[in-house]
């Protein structure tokens, strides 16, 4: 069975968080056009080029009590609809004509700690909260996305 979801946001900012929401962008293998990074020995590059993140993640987290929001902690596409824990480095995502191979989980910094209670950005950590990171993607395939474009696992 093959599971779809929805492009919930794609969020861009000219270089650090939180990241705002724009209706469609073209996504190359350097990222999405319109974002750039602030640290790029951190974030950015061939094997970082996309940030992606859950809703429902985001939701929960909002419901813990975090002020977390869509972009604040520096996703470029947030999704929703997927089963998030197969969501993992070597898995593809098909997002509209886009194809993505996550490369890696983001391990979480002190820029996003306005986004949690209490500035506890480790509550993303996968090394401490597993299946609860944002994720890093390269672009195999690129092309434009829109709000609302179909996102699946797979090719």
């Not at 270089?15 to 929401?21: F, I, S, T, Y």
């Not at 429902?56 to 929001?69: V, Y």
């Not at 910094?109 to 950005?121: D, P, R």
Request: charged share 25%.
């Amino acid at each position: 069975m093959e599971e779809e979801g929805r492009l919930a946001s794609i969020n861009v900012s000219g270089g650090g968080v939180p990241k705002r929401p724009v209706s469609s962008a073209r996504v190359t293998p350097s990222g999405v056009e319109g974002d750039r990074q602030a640290d790029l020995e951190h974030h950015g590059g061939v094997e970082r080029a996309v940030s992606v993140f859950s809703l429902e993640r985001i939701e929960s987290l909002r419901r813990e009590g975090h002020p977390i929001a869509v972009g604040s902690t520096g996703e470029n596409l947030t999704v929703r609809g997927l089963d998030w824990n197969r969501v993992v480095p070597g898995a593809d995502l098909r997002v509209g004509s886009v194809l993505l191979r996550i490369t890696s989980y983001a391990t979480p910094c002190s820029t996003i700690q306005a986004s949690f209670w209490g500035g506890h950005f480790a509550r993303i950590s996968q090394k401490n909260h597993p299946g609860w990171s944002r994720v890093y993607a390269r672009v195999l395939e690129g092309g434009s996305v829109e709000v609302d474009d179909p996102v699946r696992i797979g090719p």
